[in-house]
């Protein structure tokens, strides 16, 4: 094989890494490197130092290690099955990379995976050797986030956590069934059992460091994980229960949904198709219900609904359509858990609300400031001047609201 | 007409002094001209008079109109300097005013501050490093910036904190920034000429943008909306952007037509070495249709175990655990929340409470073996928490299967049923565990069986007393378990 530059092996581990959907780099411990020694820092909430075409932030320098792996999943580019080509990184060369992109201020730190080689501990090791290289010799106080191989022994676990901000587990696919499947080399069991594993050191060093703030953190921003959509069966409602199980087991920061999008050299098992965008929106709009409206996966799709999200209109106003008889709501009166359920209002305009109408009785024109668009919110609201006519009770009223259908790819 | 000079764009020390001294004076907003630096003065207007000859009256603001005003102030607006004044001015006489988001005075000056906050985040994440050398052979870096607002001195402290290390300098057309490595120096603006116009390392920049970018999803107004075109110019990698969306579609739908290839060699090799056999031996032995040779097997084949659908929303199986000659075997029901994240049996609260018991019998936990009736966790989700849930008959006889591979290899001279479930898995009896507790039984293969309540009945106690009194209980039901086996107690 010629020798691969590392311009080369960068394109080719960039690539192969960019299936993921994740690029968080928020709610670690905060740091910096006022001192003089080391370099970087951390904020409270990330940022995104640039952002690609397809709408995606570029936060972390987000590669592989390698793309070799021994593995044969379905659905990855990298699958040993695959004639992709293929490169690996020497430690020296990533931890060189992130620092020559973190010193320009192209990135807020690394986010390491990569194939399996030799075997899930060897593939551990290398991957701790980074971010290990990265801290102790460099200083390096940026963002780290590394994959989890889910069978790496229990001590490189622990290491890893020790030097990454964020240690994560991809469970890939929603049902077991079709993880046995798409990714046999892939225990199931395993990719939980690693979960479990993280949930409880991540909760033992939080304890220990509200104790004394000396005590070692691990994984101090969370564990986080990515599930593909549209690869296999699975319907919404199967993965919105999975996501629910997810968050209550292990205490996710987040559920990342992606869209499966066709990979080169594709395998014959596949959807040849676009990647489902708009279902991959619906769902993170379902997410965001039940994390931060108050609302149970089984409101969102329930047996009137059928168990997939209506891809015309949102999940909170399909479900305000269900169930007509709760609507108008009064702002002047109504309490936030109800605002929360209104299509238009969020978390910050109800709280808005709540402020102002302690000051003043509202009017549509008041409320109008308040929230982003009257347009679909004043269906299913009273104020002091205003009460819908009849359009509620009409059956016109959801092809009336649902957006006209657009072409995404406008430039 | 009065006139009110700022020393510059974002003086907001100077902008306080002036406006206390007019409101104090109680001059009107439409009457101030605000200036900044050397600009031509208004002709027809008059200083303020700044000595105190002139009675003042005291001003009173909410707390957050100072942090409100200071961001405002940033603003490129030239209108900022009177929209805080006139609110200063209101605030006297309506002091929740600013609580009124719906007020168009309020209205703007938050949209105003959201804007300048913004362009700080933005400047935080577009600044882009160039390398040069500086005098001393070192390394150095300069960038050229263009915020919309007058937030450079803003957003110092974040490039201070974060490459104190380095020696740097941002310039911009307003201010400049140099970072001597030890001390911070603000400078007057700079033009682009003065910044190095490359850097080795924006070709790995740009191929690694170009390469994350899935040509499959293009979504370019949500790109816009985070990227602004402003900040476009001086971004290295977004002379890409064109030429990456006019591919997109063309990349994508190769990959769609591209017909599936044939696994390379390597693949091949790979899977014929590899032995899938193992797999399906562990299938079949965990539904009962081979044989179970050892405890480890058993243990293996329970991991993929799907003999009842419990397994679908635990973590993982957890399988008894403790020394396969134990002449003691403790049953419980089921892992707890803490089990199921372990994968290990009795190490939640029950489980440490179960130590202590043992402890103060006298007995070693470490010789004996511990499981549960049922091998997965059944709960139920609310919010974010898992509510235990109990095991029904179905999963206790479906379960009992592996319960009974472990007593095989086990082999104990006596099985202990913490509570009723366990009690039920190994003798069928569905009654109430109290009638069967103080009693001496057996099991169908005729091993010895002791019947006592499970540890988590004693935490669950809401009465001290009561907890008290059963916790002595129980001691002494496993006080009684060291009679009847006494190679468990402790070595005195
Ligand atoms: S509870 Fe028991 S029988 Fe049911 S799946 Fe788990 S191990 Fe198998």
């Not at chain 2, 001059?27 to 439409?30: D, N, R, S």
């Not at chain 2, 102030?73 to 209108?79: A, E, R, T």
């Given at each position: 094989m010629p020798q691969l530059s590392v311009m080369d092996k960068l394109e080719i581990l960039s690539d192969a890494a960019k299936y993921d959907a994740s690029c968080a780099s928020s709610s670690t411990t905060k740091r910096d490197s006022l001192g003089g020694k080391g370099l970087g820092s951390t904020t409270g909430s990330g940022i995104c130092h640039s952002y690609a075409p397809d709408g995606r932030c570029i936060s972390l320098l987000k590669i592989l290690l390698t793309n070799f792996c021994t593995y044969d999943c379905v659905f990855c580019i990298n699958r040993s099955s695959s004639n992709v080509q293929r490169a690996r990184f020497s430690v020296e060369e990533v931890v060189a990379l992130t620092l020559n992109f973190y010193k320009r201020n192209y990135i807020e730190g690394l986010f390491l995976s990569s194939g399996i080689i030799r075997s899930p501990d060897y593939t551990m090791a290398e991957l701790v050797r980074v971010a290990e290289t990265l801290r102790v010799q460099h200083g390096f106080r940026g963002y780290i986030h590394l994959k989890l191989i889910p069978s790496a022994s229990p001590d490189l676990v622990a290491r890893a956590g020790l030097f990454a901000d964020r240690v994560s587990v991809n469970i890939e696919l929603p049902s077991e069934a079709s993880l046995k499947s798409f990714?046999?080399?892939?225990q199931p069991r395993d990719i939980s059992a690693a979960m479990g594993g993280l949930k409880l050191k991540i909760e033992e060093s939080k304890a220990e460091r509200a104790k004394t703030s000396k005590a070692p953190s691990f994984s101090p921003a969370g564990q986080s994980t990515q599930m593909i959509v549209g690869a296999d069966g699975a319907s919404d409602a199967a993965i919105l229960d999975r996501s629910a199980q997810l968050y209550g087991s292990f205490g996710l920061k987040r559920v990342y949904y992606s869209a499966f999008s066709p990979i080169p050299?594709?395998?014959?098992?596949?959807?040849?198709?676009?990647?489902p965008l708009l279902r991959e929106h619906r769902l993170y709009q379902a997410d965001w219900l039940t994390r931060f409206y108050g609302f149970e996966v089984g409101e969102i799709l329930d047996r009137h609904s059928g168990d997939m999200l209506d891809l015309a209109i949102d999940p909170k106003l399909a479900w305000a359509l269900r169930h007509r008889d709760r609507f108008p709501l009064d702002v002047n009166s109504a309490d936030r858990e109800s605002l929360l359920r209104v299509p238009g209002l969020g978390p910050r305009s109800v709280k808005r609300i709540l402020d102002m109408r302690r000051i003043k009785r509202l009017r549509l024109e008041d409320v109008g400031k308040l929230a982003r668009s009257l347009t679909t919110l004043r269906n299913f609201i009273v104020t002091a001047d205003w009460r819908p006519g009849a359009t509620l009770d009409s059956d016109r009223l959801r092809q009336h609201l649902a957006p006209k259908p657009q072409q995404l790819a406008l430039f | 007409m009065r006139v009110a000079q700022l020393a510059g764009e974002a003086d907001f020390a100077g902008w306080r002094e002036q406006a206390r001294l007019l409101a104090g004076q109680g001059?009107?907003?439409?009457e101030v001209v605000w200036q900044v630096g050397g600009q031509a003065a208004d002709l027809f207007a008059e200083a303020p008079a700044s000595n105190g000859a002139v009675e003042t009256r005291a001003l009173r603001v909410p707390a957050a109109f100072p942090a409100l005003a200071e961001q405002v102030?940033?603003?490129?607006?030239?209108?900022r300097f009177s929209l805080l004044y006139r609110l200063l001015l209101r605030l006297q006489d309506e002091p929740q005013l600013l609580k009124v988001a719906t007020d168009p005075d309020v209205h703007r000056a938050d949209a105003m501050a959201r804007s300048v906050r913004r362009d700080m985040h933005k400047m935080t994440a577009f600044v882009r490093f160039r390398e040069v050398t500086d005098e001393d052979g070192g390394e150095a870096f300069i960038a050229w910036f263009e915020p919309e607002h007058f937030i450079v001195e803003r957003v110092a402290s974040f490039f201070v904190k974060r490459f104190a290390a380095m020696r740097w300098s941002i310039l911009t057309p307003h201010r400049s920034l140099h970072w001597d490595g030890a001390q911070l120096h603000v400078l007057p603006g700079a033009s682009q000429a003065q910044a190095p116009t490359e850097d080795a390392m924006e070709a790995y920049w740009r191929t690694y943008y170009a390469n994350i970018f899935n040509p499959a999803r293009l979504k370019v107004k949500a790109m816009k909306a985070e990227m602004p075109v402003k900040y476009w110019r001086n971004l290295p990698e977004a002379s890409l952007i064109a030429p990456l969306i006019a591919g997109a579609s063309r990349r994508a739908q190769e990959m769609v037509m591209t017909a599936p290839t044939h696994p390379p060699e390597r693949h091949l090799r790979q899977a014929a070495r590899s032995d899938t056999g193992q797999d399906e031996a562990r299938e079949a032995q965990q539904r009962g249709e081979a044989p179970v040779a050892s405890w480890a097997e058993a243990a293996a084949a329970a991991r993929i175990c799907?003999?009842?659908?419990?397994?679908?929303?635990?973590?993982?199986t957890v399988f008894g655990e403790g020394p396969l000659s134990a002449p003691v075997m403790f049953v419980g029901e089921q892992p707890g929340d803490q089990e199921d994240l372990a994968g290990?049996?009795?190490?939640?609260p029950a489980g440490q409470l179960f130590d202590r018991a043992m402890a103060q019998a006298g007995l070693d936990r470490s010789r004996a073996y511990v499981t549960n009736a049922v091998k997965h966790f059944k709960f139920q989700l609310r919010g974010k928490r898992r509510i235990h849930q109990k095991p029904n008959a179905g999963e206790v006889k479906a379960c009992r299967f592996w319960l009974g591979l472990e007593r095989d290899f086990v082999k104990p001279q006596l099985v202990v049923a913490l509570g009723a479930t366990a009690l039920h898995a190994l003798t069928g009896h569905s009654g109430s565990l109290m009638s069967m507790r103080d009693r001496d039984l057996s099991l169908d293969d005729g091993t010895r069986l002791l019947a006592t309540v499970h540890p988590s009945y004693l935490l669950r106690l809401p009465d001290p007393e009561a907890k008290q009194r059963e916790m002595a209980r129980f001691i002494a039901d496993l006080d009684r378990v060291g009679e009847v086996v006494p190679a468990l107690r402790l070595a005195a």
């Open positions: 990714a046999p080399e892939k050299d594709s395998s014959s098992q596949l959807p040849l198709a676009e990647p | 001059v009107p907003a439409a102030i940033c603003h490129s607006d030239p209108q799907t003999r009842c659908d419990l397994y679908c929303h635990a973590t993982q290990k049996p009795f190490v939640g």
